[in-house]
C-alpha cells in the first residue's frame, strides 16, 4: 500500500463528532457523551470531538459582559460565580481523585481570569466587541476542558486542544470569518498527530482567534460551523452534529404523531428547511462539509442508537415529492397598498427600505397592481415601522399569521403539485403564496389557529405512502404496533 493510501483510509476512519450545549448540560450529559465517543473509537473510527457551551451558559455570559459594560460590577459577579459553581459541581460530579483535583484547579483559575476581565469592563463602563468574544469564550474554553478530562478518566486518552491555536479567523468580532487555508494547516500540524497517536482531542466549537492570537467568535450557534472547519481541514470521513432530536423529521411531531424520520436529505432542502424554523442546524454552517462532500449527520445524544439523517451535496431521488413540512408562527402579514404610486420608480426601494432601518427580516413578498403584502416576524418594533409606512400609503396589519413551507427536491418539474396542496387543505383559508424563488420549497400563509389542522392534512395527502429508502418507515409500524 502506498503511503498516500494509507493516508486516505486513516482520514475515512477519522469522524468529526460535535455535541451542542444540551449534550454538555451536566455530568449526567457529558458521560452519556463520553460513552457516544466511545462507541465510535470501538468501531476502530478516530474522533475528534468538538463541543459547545454548557446548555445556557453563553447567554449568561453574554448577561455578564453587558452588566459589565453598564458599569453593573456586582451583577457581573454575580453570574459569574453562578457558573463558577455550576461548573465546579459537574466536575465533581464526572470526576474523582487526582482527574477531579486538576479540573477543579483548572476551572478555577479560567473563572478567576474571567473575573478579572469583568471588573475591568466595569471599571471602563464599555464592553467593545473584541472584549466580548473574550467574555463569551469562556463557556466553551472551559466545558471542552471538562469533556477532555472525563475522556481522560474513560480510558479514551482524551486531550484537549485549545480551539484557538487552529481556528484562525479575521478580526471581525462576533462573526469573524474563518481563513480556510490557515485552519487547515494548524490542524494537520497540531490535531492530526493526535488522532494518529490514539489520542481522542476535544476542542471547543464557536471560539477562534485572528492570527494576532486575539480571541474572535463565529457567531451564535457558531459551534456546527466548527465542526464544518475542522471536518473539513482534517478531510474527515464523516461529521456527526450531535444534538437532542432524531434528526431531521418529515413535520414537527409534535403537531404530527405520524412524522418520520428523514434518512437522507440534501443541503439545499435542509438550508429551506433551516430557514423557514426547523431548528435543528443551519446549514449555511456546515457549507464547508458540503463543499468537499463530506457526509454530515445529525444525530441525537438521547437516542443513539437512532441512525439520525444524513445530509449530502445531492440526495438520492425520492418517490414523495416533499421530504418535510415545516411550520413558523408568530408571523404578521403587512399590506401596504399605494394605488398611484406602486409601480412608480423608486417606490419598492423606499418601503423595504423602512424595514432595512429597523432590522426587520421580511420572510415573505407578494405584489399586486394596486398592494405590496410582506410576512414579518412578530415585533415590538412593528408599530413604528407601520407609522413610516404609512407616510407614503395605506397600510393594514394582520397578525396571528403562519407560514407553511413544503420542500422537496423532488418537485422540481413536476405538474400537478400545487393542485393537491391546495386540495388537501380545501378548507382552509390561504392568504399569501409564493413559488419557485427556489424551485424546490412551497410556501403560503394561514391563520395561526390553522396550523395543526394544515400540516396534519397535508401530512396525511403526502406521507401516507412514504419512500421507504428516504423515510424511516419501520419507526412507523413500531408506533402503530404499539
Ligand atoms: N455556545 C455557543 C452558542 O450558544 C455556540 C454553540 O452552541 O454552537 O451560541
Ligand atoms: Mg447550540
Known amino acids: 500500500m502506498s503511503e498516500a493510501q494509507r493516508v486516505g483510509e486513516a482520514r475515512a476512519n477519522l469522524v468529526v463528532m460535535k455535541f451542542g450545549g444540551t449534550s454538555v448540560e451536566d455530568a449526567k450529559a457529558m458521560l452519556r457523551t463520553t460513552a457516544i465517543v466511545k462507541g465510535r473509537r470501538a468501531r476502530g473510527l478516530s474522533p475528534v470531538v468538538v463541543v ?44 474523582c481523585g487526582e482527574l477531579f483535583a486538576e479540573l477543579q484547579t483548572m476551572i478555577k483559575s479560567e473563572f478567576d481570569a474571567l473575573d478579572d476581565l469583568l471588573r475591568g469592563i466595569a ?106 472547519l475542522v471536518g473539513g481541514g482534517l478531510h474527515a470521513g464523516a461529521i456527526e452534529i450531535w444534538t437532542d432530536v432524531d434528526g431531521i423529521m418529515t413535520t414537527d411531531p409534535r403537531i404530527c404523531p405520524d412524522a418520520l424520520r428523514v434518512k437522507t436529505i440534501s443541503f439545499e432542502e435542509a438550508a429551506e428547511l433551516a430557514y423557514f424554523g426547523a431548528k435543528v442546524l443551519h446549514p449555511a454552517t456546515i457549507l464547508p462539509a458540503v463543499q468537499k462532500s463530506i457526509p454530515v449527520w445529525v444525530l441525537n445524544s438521547r437516542n443513539a442508537e437512532n441512525e439520525g439523517t444524513k445530509i449530502t451535496a445531492m440526495a438520492p431521488p425520492c ?31 423606499a418601503v ?23 410576512t414579518v416576524d412578530s415585533n415590538e418594533r412593528l408599530p413604528e415601522i407601520c407609522a413610516e409606512l404609512g407616510k407614503m400609503a395605506d397600510v393594514k396589519l394582520e397578525g396571528h399569521k403562519a407560514l407553511i413551507c413544503m420542500v422537496g427536491e423532488d418537485i422540481r418539474g413536476r405538474s400537478g403539485m400545487s393542485g393537491r396542496v391546495f386540495s388537501a387543505i380545501k378548507h382552509i383559508n390561504v392568504r399569501m403564496i409564493s413559488q419557485g424563488a427556489s424551485e424546490i420549497n412551497m410556501s403560503f400563509m394561514i391563520e395561526e389557529s390553522d396550523v395543526e389542522d394544515a400540516v396534519r392534512s397535508l401530512h396525511a395527502e403526502f406521507f401516507a405512502d412514504p419512500d421507504p429508502v428516504i423515510f424511516d418507515t419501520e419507526a412507523r409500524v413500531v408506533a402503530t404496533k404499539a
Open 123 to 228: 471599571a471602563v463602563g464599555e464592553l467593545t466587541p473584541r472584549t466580548a468574544d473574550n467574555v463569551v469564550s469562556f463557556g466553551e474554553r472551559i466545558s471542552s476542558r471538562m469533556v477532555a478530562a472525563a475522556f481522560a478518566q474513560h480510558e479514551m486518552n482524551g486531550v484537549h486542544v485549545d480551539a484557538r491555536t487552529c481556528i484562525i479567523t479575521d478580526s471581525h468580532y462576533g462573526k469573524a470569518v474563518p481563513q480556510e487555508a490557515a485552519i487547515e494547516a494548524k490542524l494537520t500540524e497540531l490535531v492530526l498527530p493526535l488522532v494518529n497517536a490514539g489520542h481522542t482531542p476535544v476542542m471547543g466549537g464557536f471560539i477562534g482567534a485572528n492570527e494576532d492570537g486575539i480571541t474572535t467568535t463565529l457567531g451564535r450557534g457558531g459551534s456546527d460551523f466548527t465542526a464544518a
Open 352 to 374: 423595504f427600505d423602512v424595514f432595512d432601518r429597523y432590522h426587520c427580516a421580511i420572510d415573505m413578498v407578494s405584489t399586486s397592481e394596486v398592494s405590496i403584502s410582506v
Open 319 to 349: 418517490a414523495s415529492p416533499f421530504k418535510s413540512i415545516a411550520a413558523k408562527k408568530r408571523l404578521t402579514i403587512i399590506d401596504v397598498v399605494a394605488s398611484r404610486m406602486l409601480m412608480t420608480h423608486g417606490y419598492l426601494k
Open 52 to 95: 459547545s457551551a454548557m446548555a445556557k451558559v453563553t447567554d449568561q455570559l453574554i448577561a455578564a459582559g453587558k452588566a459589565a459594560g453598564r458599569g453593573d460590577k456586582s451583577g457581573a459577579l454575580a453570574i459569574a460565580a453562578r457558573l463558577r459553581n455550576r461548573h465546579i459541581e459537574t466536575a465533581g460530579d464526572l470526576l
